[in-house]
């Protein structure tokens, strides 16, 4: 039995790539080990989309370096988005890696791998894309393959949840972003292939598809003549008997179309919940990042959801600290907070990447300190928007998706080294379907059914509340006691 170990980091495509890539490698007789020691073959699914990103795999390979010297049979791979970017360079940097592979060429692993391993003098195998200038739109658009029918209930976090992608690529290139190179064009797959594979999902038990694209809201895809949109798409996932909620991300504020925020209000598996980054509060800063709107056009946008789908929740990404930020520019990030209270936001400080428009063209003139200290500003405005917003929920009911066992009572379970089977009450989390997260006392064995909390108390990131009863799923008669 061959064993593999692999380690993620980036986005939910990685997330999602890594479970295809093991899900062949299964089919190939492999089993997934824990740690890279016992493993015959270790996986790096990487990331490029800040520099501390690539620092975290390029000192993983350092610290496997020894380990691949005792052991020069072991077979180490680098994957993904830093594979496509910096190709070559990696074998420059750690010579002792023998695969390289992009992200449109993951169908590749199982037979590069029997390759290196095979080939007498362990050659270096490379199976990388086309750089968007390297070839005619049809031909790089080609050499980017998506990589979706293999799914592997095993991998995925929590069984009841699964990441579904309905497009791969993006074509808006923000000035600071490299994942239109590492992730190659726009390219929507069809409907038909997308709800076989949720029909698939659902018969492995999955109740929630999160369904994933760079800028999910700007899907479009001809199949028999018709235009599928996404809120199409949303609308053929609502018939899957099984799946009980429907997300979304990331979306694009200028493709955020009527016919979706109808599709939203409208579709009862719909989750009301959209995230839409506007990256900067200033228009300045907009136009530098290429973002393609204005405050005033996000604001339009902001009225159009507010009005369709009243209680909707939306979440943010920031950017601080990018080219020419200056601490004017930096407040209208911290009102564009205060005046659109996101549910939450994802604070990122600029990391210039090599090959991007912006790090060709402007200078990263922002220093390291002041980019901490504003991020640590909007952090903190955030967090107490978040939990003006959260108490509002205090006195009110919420229908929650079970996920399973909170952080604090996973980390109990592993310091008591009990499994989560049992019958007792334990602390639990889900989310309600304006996606906040909700912990509250039950039996473990409730993960993957819906629940009605009401909610007593709450956290900027939190609400906390009880059981008030268990919705019966699908014809089930079984009825679990209610704990909590
Ligand atoms: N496609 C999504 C997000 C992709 S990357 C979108 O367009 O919204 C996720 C987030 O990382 C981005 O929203 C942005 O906030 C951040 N990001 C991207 N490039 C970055 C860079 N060079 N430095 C810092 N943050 C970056
Ligand atoms: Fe990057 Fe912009 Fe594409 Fe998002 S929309 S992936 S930020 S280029
Ligand atoms: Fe990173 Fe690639 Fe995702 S650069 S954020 S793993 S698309």
Same mark, same amino acid.
């Given at each position: ?25 299964? &089919? ?24 501390? !990103?690539?620092?975290?795999?390029? $000192?993983?390979?350092?610290?496997? /370096? ?27 940097? !750690? ?6 592979? @992009? ?6 692993? #199982? ?5 290196? &391993? ?19 739109? !049809? ?29 791969? @690529? ?9 994942? #239109?190179?590492?992730?190659? %064009?726009?390219?929507?797959?069809? %409907? ?54 429907? /997300? ?55 009225? &159009? ?15 601080? @600290? ?18 659109? &209270? ?24 922002? %220093? ?37 066992? $909170? ?22 989390? @889900? ?15 409730? !993960? ?17 509340? $009880?059981?008030?009863? /268990? ?14």
């Amino acid at each position: 039995m061959k064993k593999v170990y692999i380690r993620t980091v980036g986005c939910q495509m990685n997330v999602l790539d890594s479970e295809m890539v093991i899900a062949d490698l299964k &089919r190939h007789g492999y089993v997934v080990v824990d740690t890279p020691q016992e493993a015959d073959c270790v996986l790096y699914n990487t990331c490029s989309v800040r520099e501390h !990103a690539e620092e975290k795999v390029y $000192s993983a390979l350092g610290t496997i /370096r020894q380990d691949k010297e005792n052991h020069p049979e072991k077979t180490i791979g680098v994957m993904g988005c830093m594979a496509q970017k910096d190709q070559d360079l990696i074998f420059q940097k !750690a010579p002792h890696v023998d695969l390289i592979v @992009g992200t449109g060429q993951l169908g590749e692993i #199982p037979r590069l791998i029997r390759e290196t &391993r095979d080939s007498a003098e362990r050659e270096q195998q490379k199976a990388v894309s086309l750089g968007r200038r390297d070839g005619t739109v !049809a031909e790089v658009s080609g050499s980017f393959q998506s990589y979706d029918p293999l799914r592997d209930p095993e991998m995925r976090p929590s069984p009841y949840q699964a990441f579904v992608r309905i497009m791969i @690529g993006c074509d808006k290139f923000c000035t600071y972003c490299v994942v #239109p190179s590492t992730r190659g %064009p726009e390219q929507s797959r069809p %409907p038909s292939q997308i709800l076989s594979e949720v029909h698939v999902l659902a018969d492995q038990g999955v109740r929630e598809v999160c369904l994933l694209g760079q800028t999910v809201n700007s899907y479009k895809h001809t199949e028999n003549g018709q235009l599928h949109r996404l809120s199409d798409l949303i609308c053929a996932i609502n018939d899957v008997e099984g799946i009980e909620r429907i /997300r979304f991300v990331t979306s694009y504020p200028r493709d955020m179309t009527d016919d979706l925020l109808q599709a939203v209000r409208d579709i009862p598996k719909a989750v009301r919940y959209l995230h839409v980054p506007l990256q900067h509060g200033c228009d300045e800063q907009l136009r530098l990042m290429k973002r393609g709107y204005t405050v005033a056009e996000y604001r339009e946008m902001m009225a &159009r959801i507010n009005e369709t789908i009243p209680g909707c929740s939306v979440s943010s990404d920031f950017i601080v @600290g990018f080219c020419g930020e200056t601490e004017e520019s930096h407040q209208l990030s911290m009102d564009s907070i205060r005046e659109h &209270r996101f549910k939450n936001s994802f604070i990122f400080k600029y990391s210039e990447r090599p090959g991007t428009k912006a790090a060709d063209l402007m200078p990263d003139d922002i %220093p390291e300190d002041v980019k901490k200290r504003r991020n640590n500003e909007m952090l903190a405005l955030q967090n107490q928007v978040s939990e003006e917003d959260n108490a509002e929920f205090i006195g009110q009911r919420v229908s929650v998706l079970v996920e399973g066992l $909170s952080k604090t009572a996973e980390k109990q379970a592993a310091r008591n080294d009990e499994g989560g089977g049992s019958g007792l009450a334990r602390q639990l989390m @889900g989310r309600s379907m304006c996606d906040r997260i909700v912990v509250f006392d039950g039996n473990p064995r409730l !993960a993957g059914s819906t629940a009605e909390i009401e909610i007593h108390d709450c956290t900027g990131t939190t609400l906390i509340g $009880s059981i008030v009863t /268990r919705q019966v799923q699908h014809g089930s008669s079984e009825l679990l006691p209610i704990i909590g």
